[in-house]
């Protein structure tokens, strides 16, 4: 009994700050919730991967529309963008089996710590 | 054409769960000259797409804690407005400063997680 109060009460936490983050960055809930989830909740990978962007889902629908009300949001950009990422998702989950993906984690932070440099001088 | 080929890269990280967002805001801001609320919009709407589809084979495979998820969410929604909103709020050039300082954390966090 105890232990479920307290999932409830992590569930909420993990909730307020992905919501947070999601809504102000328009990005990353799912990296706050999902290491979240399997460090505190004791939520296996796949299930806690699954459930964060259940939850995420939700999250960005709020964000939406806070966006569109106040004009943020470039659908033709939009619809030049989503197709190719969705060509691109396709082809990553294809890639994923014959990549290492330590390496490439590795050359992902390298590009993120650039591109952070870049953001903050520019 | 330069929009197709930053959503596609962003796509192929997505796609490997190493990350979509933290690649496509930095591209869309850096190369195409969207501002900084401008391509978080689109990562937003770019991610509706992509979920739709892996909830639907994450549902099959019951794969979500609906407990969990819940609660989170009645939690998240009214933060996730708060957050969009103190978004609209902050000056563009702020705003990709404090995101450009999310990008270095999470640069050191893929070197240094096991």
Redesign the interface.
Known sequence: MNKTKHKKIKAVIIGLLSGLFNGFFGSGGGSLAVPLMTCFTDTEDKKAHATAISIIFFLTGASIYVYYKKDFLDFNAAWKVIPGGVAGGLTGAFLLKKCPVKILRKIFGTLLLYAGYRMIVS | MT????????????????????????????I?G??Q????????????????V??II?IK?K???Y??????????????????????L?DENIL??I??????L??????FKK
Not at chain 2, 37 to 52: D, K, R, S
Not at chain 2, 99 to 104: K, T
Not at chain 2, 106 to 111: F, M, S
């Open positions: 929009l197709f080929i930053i959503g596609f890269i962003a796509g192929i990280l997505g796609g490997m769960g190493i990350g979509g967002g933290t690649v496509l805001i930095p591209g869309l801001v850096l195409s969207l501002s609320h401008q391509a978080q919009g689109i990562n937003l709407l770019f991610f509706i797409p992509v979920a739709v892996s909830l994450h495979n794969l979500i804690e407990k969990l998820m819940i609660f989170a969410v009645l939690a998240g929604v009214p933060t996730a407005f708060g957050g969009a909103y103190l978004a609209s902050t990709r400063k995101f450009g300082g999310f990008l270095i999470a640069g050191i966090y893929e070197w």
